[in-house]
């Protein structure tokens, strides 16, 4: 009997071969975007240690909750409808059919054949969640809580994805129309963020005592080391951010930019730390200030993250350092013109981001795109800038004047004087800090006489 292998028979082992060859590259996309989107979990841990800190005590646990509750209301708003609003508005404000998107459809939830849509979801619904924190810091200490929480709904699940539909979608019209180049969302998520929470200032007004006959004072931050610490934090979450930024490909195409432009993480490794490494610097240069300089980390990495597959390593750098300085001015002018910005958000992510965008057209212009994309000119990425800033203070003033209007915005006077979190949230970040009303008097004085006797 002939044992040789049949030629059907080797075509057969050579397809389970493939097919096996194929799962696992599947799995290996899941589980890459699983652990972007677990470390990008850091970057609001972060801002929750960062704002908490930023506050005066009495509003810390107002400032932390607001970024829990942030995580806890854009999941849910963005798998209802800003999946849907992703897919359905790339070439405008003409809806196209994306019924794959909602809620209801099969690719919304468990599939074995679909290794994709979910993994996906979770990374942009963080994208989403993260606005919703660049706008939390900002609003420290006088916002209501529940006016915050509509105002992210509006920018996590609504503002931002219609950015990123226009800007990183395959069809969008920036990148079709225009070549628009932005693939580490400098623009479609910081800029946008920034400006949403510039048109939502405002209408809030600055924190009591922030202006005495129109000067501006220092409303010290109750625990630097924690802001800093959070701050770090952060940084450690954005490269889950960036890695979410980037495509992981299966088959022989390799890592490439949401673009479809062939890219790798050793092009992000690079200029993210040198972007890092020069706004640090350059925010330390323009302010010797702790806060500053640690916020530079963002205002380097937020600045090169337009151009991060394009950019040599020592323009990176240079770039970075340079709105370092910029940033700091920037936040200055918004001051000096009585905008209560507590933590330079509009400073940090909207104006770093709007000019990292147009920064590309400058050093960048000439790139080709992939497919019939226009390469990148200066033009496409002035005109990206502007429409990100209008995605975000527009709505952002809006719906905020609407707030205002209806005296759901601003908590009333006498919480502010008392603290948000007594009020609010009835309860104290550091209880033990001070004497409970029902001890007596006597008590304390006891406690210090034996503590003098060196009991």
């Known amino acids: 009997m002939d044992e040789t292998p049949t030629l059907q028979s080797l075509q ?19 589980v890459f975007y699983w652990w972007c989107t677990a470390i990008m979990i850091m970057i609001h841990a972060g801002f929750l240690a960062y704002e908490m800190g930023a506050s005066r005590s009495k509003n810390a646990l107002a400032a932390g909750i607001k970024n829990i509750l942030a995580l806890a209301v854009i999941i849910p708003t963005f798998y209802l409808f800003g999946w849907w609003i992703y897919n359905a508005f790339p070439g405008g404000l003409v809806p196209t059919d994306a019924s794959f998107a909602l ?8 599939d074995v054949q679909d290794m994709g849509s979910g993994i996906f979801w979770a990374a942009f619904a963080l994208f989403g969640a993260t606005t919703g924190s660049i706008l939390s810091g900002a609003v420290i200490e006088r916002i209501r809580v529940s006016a915050f929480l509509i105002l992210t709904i509006v920018l996590g699940s609504g503002a931002w994805i219609l950015a990123g539909a226009w800007g990183w979608h395959p069809d969008g019209w920036l990148l079709t129309k225009l070549g628009y180049h932005d693939v580490g969302a400098s623009g479609v998520v910081h800029a946008v963020a920034g400006f949403f929470t510039l048109g939502v200032l405002m209408n809030l007004g600055a924190r009591k005592g922030k ?3 129109g000067v501006a004072q220092t409303i010290a931050p109750h625990s630097l080391p924690m802001t800093l610490i959070g701050l770090m934090m952060i940084i450690f979450g954005f490269f889950g951010f960036l890695g979410g930024c980037i495509i992981f490909n299966g088959g022989d195409t390799g890592w490439t930019t949401i673009y479809g432009n062939p890219t790798n993480l050793s092009a992000f490794a690079f200029n993210t730390l040198m972007g890092f490494a020069g706004g640090v610097i350059g925010c330390y240069v323009a302010t010797r200030d702790p806060f500053w300089t640690m916020s530079g980390g963002l205002v380097g990495i937020i600045s090169v993250a337009a151009g991060l597959d394009l950019y040599d390593p020592a323009l990176a750098f240079i770039i970075a350092t340079c709105m370092g300085l910029l940033a700091v001015w920037f936040a200055k002018f918004l001051e000096n013109r009585g905008i209560d910005d507590a933590v330079g958000a509009v400073a940090v992510h909207g104006f770093t981001g709007a000019i990292a965008v147009i920064l590309v057209g400058i050093f960048a212009a000439g790139t080709p795109n992939m497919g019939d994309a226009p390469a990148i000119t200066f033009v496409g990425q002035l005109t990206g800038a502007v429409v990100m800033i209008l995605l975000g203070f527009i709505p952002g003033y809006a719906v905020s004047a609407a707030l205002k209007a209806a005296n759901m915005l601003r908590v009333p006077e006498n919480c502010e004087v008392i603290g948000i979190d007594e009020v609010e949230l009835i309860a104290k970040p550091y209880p033990e800090s001070s004497t409970p009303a029902s001890v007596p008097s006597e008590v304390p004085n006891k406690l210090a006489n034996t503590e003098a006797q060196g009991v």
């Open 12 to 30: 057969a082992a050579l397809d389970a071969q493939q097919a096996v060859f194929e799962m696992h590259q599947s799995m290996n996309v899941e």
């Open 211 to 213: 202006f005495i006959n």
């Open 103 to 110: 809620p209801w459809s099969q690719s919304m939830g468990p």
